[in-house]
């Protein structure tokens, strides 16, 4: 059975400094993964996605992410913060077949300190 | 190209009244998933249809909740009886045919049983 779990339910960095958000999965078949974000009261935006392939992964805004299969984890990161990523991150890897049917972690509120 | 459209956006309901929420997919989307948001918590999925099939209803609670996805119009959701526990933000989110793309969603709806 899958499952996703991301350390940290709130992560505080200072604008400018690097963005790390946590992400481990359990899959007992080669997984496809995904980091979404979420503002408030809005859906989710996806952010990137892993399915074959190159492992580092990058997305929109200037984030990315790398798949490590040793480690069974999908780690978000960008290397600058900017006010505007202040929102809440969901990791999450596929259920099924389909790339719409999702297991999600409970997320990560990242804030960004002036 | 309009995206997953969600409607209504907020819904309040008594105890034991109906709760009808409706997803209509991005243009040329022909699978729908829906998944329930509670107050800090990731998603959790729900249901999986094509157009009048479900595919997969593993995360339907056995008990008034339904969902369907007819040849023409919406996917709708339906509660019935709603308790206080239903009360929760609605996503859905829609792929192509194929299924080998990600999902988008929509906005949600946001459930509040009073």
């Known amino acids: 059975a899958q499952s996703v779990t991301q350390l940290g339910s709130h992560v505080s960095v200072s604008e400018g400094a690097l963005v790390l958000l946590r992400c481990n999965y359990s899959s007992s078949v080669p997984p496809y993964l995904f980091w979404y974000v979420q503002y408030p009261n809005q859906g989710l935006q996806l952010l990137l996605k892993?399915?074959?392939?190159?492992?580092l992964v990058k997305g929109i805004n200037g984030f990315e992410a790398e798949f490590k299969k040793s480690e069974t984890s999908f780690h978000l990161t960008k290397p600058s913060a900017h006010m505007s990523d202040a929102a809440e991150y969901f990791c999450?890897?596929?259920?099924?077949?389909?790339?719409?049917?999702?297991?999600f972690g409970k997320g990560t509120k990242l804030s960004v300190k002036p | 190209n309009a995206g997953v459209m969600q409607n209504p956006r907020h819904l309040v309901r008594r105890r034991g009244q109906e709760a009808r929420l409706r997803c209509s997919p991005m243009?040329?989307?022909?699978?729908v998933y829906w998944y329930r948001q509670l107050p800090e918590e990731g998603l959790k999925f729900m249901v999986y249809?094509?157009?009048?099939?479900?595919?997969?209803e593993s995360g339907m609670p056995k008990e008034r909740f339904s969902a369907e996805f007819p040849k023409e119009g919406p996917s709708i959701l339906r509660i019935q009886q709603v308790v206080r526990g239903d009360s929760a933000a609605y996503f859905c989110?829609?792929?192509?045919?194929?299924?080998?793309?990600?999902?988008?969603f929509g906005q949600g709806t946001r459930l509040t049983v009073v």
């Open positions: 989110a829609s792929s192509p045919p194929e299924g080998r793309t990600e999902a988008f």
């Open positions: 243009k040329g989307h022909s699978h």
């Open positions: 999450a890897v596929t259920h099924g077949g389909s790339q719409g049917n999702l297991i």
């Open positions: 249809l094509q157009k009048e099939n479900i595919i997969d």
């Open positions: 892993y399915t074959t392939g190159a492992t």
